[in-house]
């Protein structure tokens, strides 16, 4: 794998994947956006909203990842999101073989802006649980506590209005 992803490049990568969230909610899916990130840990090779709850930003990233690289070159890559990948796609990246993960926010912390909502109905299983259950040592950096808040706005605005309606 190559060398971690520099703090330089960590939070613009987190504030674009933030803005891939709000144009999802802004298509009325729910706030969550992720980028794939190159080897050279600065070239974004794609990006992902969510598009509904089974299809997540991140395992659809991922998925379609896997269909255009190798296993090899996706090593080396970084899955960024907004939000810590469930349970599902912390399974996607492990199979899609991308090395490293960077996200902003928990999941336990989105938990508290979702509540029971059957559109999210958040599981608190960290991808921490999940990557480190297999036979690959996957890097992971996060929760970032610099666009935390950002993030968070995002969520709480959005979720909030769920739960009212």
Not at 33 to 57: F, M
Not at 104 to 119: A, I, Q, W, Y
Not at 136 to 165: C, M, N, T, Y
Request: aromatic residues 8%; charged residues 20%; hydrophobic residues 40%.
């Amino acid at each position: 794998m190559t060398s971690s992803m520099t703090p330089p490049w960590v939070i613009p990568h987190l504030l674009h994947a933030n803005d891939v969230a709000r144009r999802a909610m802004h298509a009325g899916n729910h706030p969550f956006g992720a980028i794939l990130v190159g080897p050279d840990q600065k070239t974004v090779l794609d990006e992902q909203g969510n598009l509904d709850t089974v299809r997540h930003a991140e395992s659809t990233l991922a998925a379609r990842a896997y269909a255009q690289h190798d296993a090899d070159f996706l090593w080396q890559c970084t899955l960024v999101t907004t939000v810590e990948p469930c349970a599902m796609c912390s399974g996607t990246q492990y199979w899609a073989n991308i090395g490293r993960l960077v996200y902003g926010l928990t999941e336990r912390d989105l938990l508290k802006f979702t509540g029971n909502h059957s559109e999210n109905p958040t599981m608190d299983l960290s991808a921490k649980t999940v990557l480190g259950s297999g036979q690959k040592v996957f890097e992971i950096i996060g929760p970032v506590l610099d666009v935390q808040e950002q993030i968070a706005d995002l969520h709480r605005s959005f979720w909030h209005s769920q739960l009212k309606s």
